[in-house]
C-alpha cells in the first residue's frame, strides 16, 4: 500500500524528521540505507525467531572485539575501551562505569539504577545511552542470566515506562523494540554471525551495524560486546 493512502501525522516537535504516527504508533517513513526495521512503514523487516547458545555468542563477541582493536571505536566503543569519551559523554563515565560493574557483580537492582540513570543520554534522535540500554536488554534476551530471569520482563517494563518522560518518544519507540527483542536487520544480523563464529561475518555484520546512524549502530554494538564480555574487557573498564 502506498503510503500516500495513509492517514499519517507528524511526531509533535519532530516534524522534520522521517518519523510520524500512524494510529498512534511511530513508524519510520523515509527511504535510506540501513532501515530495514519493524518500524519501516513502505518495507517492513521482521526477524525470523532464532534461538543462540550463550557460550557461542559470547566467543563470537570475543573474536569481535579483537577484530576491533586495530579499528578505529566510534561512539561509546571508545569508553568500552578504556578511552576517554568526549564531551558531553565524558561527565557520564562514572554512570557508564556503574552499568558495567553492575553487569559484572549480575546485580540486579544496579542494573536498574544504571539504567534508569543513562535514559535520554547523549545528542541525536536517539540519544547513546537509550541505544546502549537496548541492546544490552536486546542480548539478555539471546544470552540470558540464569537468576534474572523471572525478574527480568517486570524491569523491561519499567525501563519502557521511563523513557517515556526521560527520552524523546522517537529514541523512547526504538527502545522499546530493542527491549522487546526487535529491532534493525544488522543487529539480528550481528547475532547470527556472533554465534557461527566466523570471523569474516562477524567483521561485516559490525559493518553494516556501525552505518546505523551518526552513532547509534556502534552503542548498540558497545552494549551487544558489554554484556556478553563482561568481565574480560579492560580492568580499566570495570
Avoid at 76 to 87: E, I, K, N, R, V
Amino acid at each position: 500500500m502506498s503510503t500516500d493512502t495513509l492517514a499519517l501525522a507528524r511526531v509533535p516537535g519532530f516534524e522534520s524528521t522521517h518519523y510520524a504516527l500512524l494510529n498512534g504508533r511511530i513508524v519510520w517513513t523515509g527511504e535510506t540505507a540501513h532501515s530495514d526495521h519493524p518500524r519501516n512503514l513502505a518495507n517492513p523487516w521482521q526477524a525470523k525467531p532464532a534461538h543462540y547458545q550463550a557460550q557461542a555468542l559470547r566467543t563470537g563477541a570475543a573474536l569481535a572485539w579483537d577484530a576491533l582493536q586495530t579499528q578505529a571505536r566510534p561512539g561509546l566503543l571508545a569508553w568500552l575501551g578504556g578511552q576517554t569519551l568526549p564531551f558531553p559523554l565524558n561527565l557520564a563515565a562514572q554512570r557508564l562505569d556503574d552499568l558495567a560493574q553492575a553487569l559484572n557483580s549480575q546485580n540486579l537492582a544496579a542494573l536498574e539504577a544504571a539504567c534508569l540513570r543513562l535514559l535520554g543520554l547523549g545528542v541525536g534522535l536517539t540519544p547513546s545511552g537509550d541505544d546502549l540500554i537496548g541492546a544490552v536488554f536486546f542480548t539478555l534476551r539471546h544470552a540470558p542470566i540464569a537468576h534474572w530471569q523471572a525478574a527480568i520482563p517486570a524491569l523491561r517494563t519499567r525501563i519502557s515506562h521511563a523513557a517515556q518522560s526521560a527520552s524523546n518518544p522517537i529514541s523512547a519507540a526504538l527502545l522499546d523494540d530493542l527491549l522487546q527483542g526487535s529491532s534493525y536487520r544488522a543487529l539480528h544480523e550481528l547475532f547470527d554471525a556472533l554465534h557461527l563464529q566466523q570471523t569474516p561475518a562477524i567483521e561485516e555484520a559490525m559493518r553494516a551495524l556501525l552505518r546505523i546512524g551518526a552513532s547509534s549502530g556502534a552503542d548498540m554494538l558497545t552494549g551487544v560486546l558489554l554484556t556478553l564480555l563482561t568481565p574480560q574487557l579492560p580492568a580499566k573498564r570495570l
